[in-house]
């Protein structure tokens, strides 16, 4: 049996990774999630699923991820601080490793005011860096209490988010390298939609060598619409649309085109730079577009590791 995760083989193996994205229904028919992985299946490592995303109650990342693994495709489920306490995250992440589950992304998570539940009881027992360190430790084989584990440690693979385009800019590099100091192994970024701003970003990633400690996989949004590129730029806390982007899609005459093109010119862009591991693609209730994208980038065959 190989070690560890698809995900980690390919970024040890310093290939360039793609990673993609499947939101969970906000009911229990599991098909939609088995409709996007046989969709993406063989385009990407593997696949993000979300842990009720803006606060909206979704089917459960766990039993997403066991419906992904039916499908043979490997799911990297998040785990978000505001909705359970350190007992029940660790008991999840067992229950995860027990399914065969071994990537996991440790978020805050969305405030719940923005959510169906605006005055639910947020939790934030830990933040983010505490569930890495947390997740680490389990993995090393004891719980956050220091009580040693019973048995083999689950095998998991760390994740970690970063947004470079939120202030204060400096301040994200140092959030980044306080979540590799926890232990976070790999990390996926805001989508980037101001590629200046991503590139300082990094030029202070590399300045520090966090490109080194923790794989860094850019974000990719494929935009279908003006529409939908201003309200990421006026109304998403934290999100960067720069002009330039606007203004092509204005002049497109077929803007989904367009937008997809953009997005492989990207991934064109960020294979070449230094300290990219990887893309993250996500196509926002688009999924049926990342195979073109893949494909069209020359990511496709995806490299056997």
């Not at 696949?47 to 043979?72: C, F, H, M, P, W």
């Not at 993250?280 to 069209?296: D, F, G, L, Q």
Request: proline share 4%.
């Amino acid at each position: 049996m190989k070690a560890g995760s698809n995900l980690e083989r390919m970024l040890e193996a310093g290939h360039f990774a793609v990673t993609g994205e499947i939101g969970p229904p906000k009911s229990w028919d599991g098909a939609v999630v088995q409709h996007h992985a046989k969709m993406m299946k063989g385009y990407c490592e593997s696949y993000n699923l979300t842990d009720n995303q803006t606060a909206i109650v979704r089917l459960s990342s766990i039993a997403a991820g066991k419906l992904l693994l039916d499908a043979e495709c490997e799911p990297n489920i998040q785990i978000v601080c505001r909705d359970r306490n350190r007992i029940a995250m660790q008991s999840d992440v067992l229950g995860a490793a027990a399914l065969g589950i071994k990537n996991i992304l440790a978020l805050s998570g969305d405030h719940q005011k923005f959510g169906n539940h605006p005055y639910s009881k947020n939790v934030y027992d830990v933040d983010s860096i505490q569930l890495i360190q947390m997740l680490d430790g389990m993995r090393k084989g004891y719980f956050q209490s220091g009580e040693q584990m019973k048995g083999e440690p689950p095998k998991i693979y760390i994740g970690c988010a970063a947004n470079p385009f939120a202030d204060p800019f400096e301040f994200r590099v140092t959030r980044l390298e306080k979540k590799a100091d926890a232990g976070a192994d790999f990390c996926q970024t805001q989508c980037l939609l101001d590629m200046e701003r991503f590139e300082r970003w990094m030029e202070l990633v590399r300045a520090r060598g966090l490109h080194k400690r923790i794989k860094i996989l850019a974000g990719i949004t494929p935009l279908k619409s003006v529409k939908a590129a201003k309200y990421m730029r006026d109304y998403v806390a934290g999100m960067m649309v720069s002009d330039d982007i606007i203004q092509r899609l204005e002049k497109a005459e077929d803007i989904k085109a367009e937008g997809v093109q953009l997005a492989i010119e990207q991934i064109e862009y960020l294979k070449k730079m230094e300290g990219v591991a990887g893309v993250h693609i996500m196509a926002i209730a688009w999924e049926e577009i990342v195979p073109e994208i893949v494909k069209r980038a020359g990511l496709y065959p995806r490299p056997e590791v």
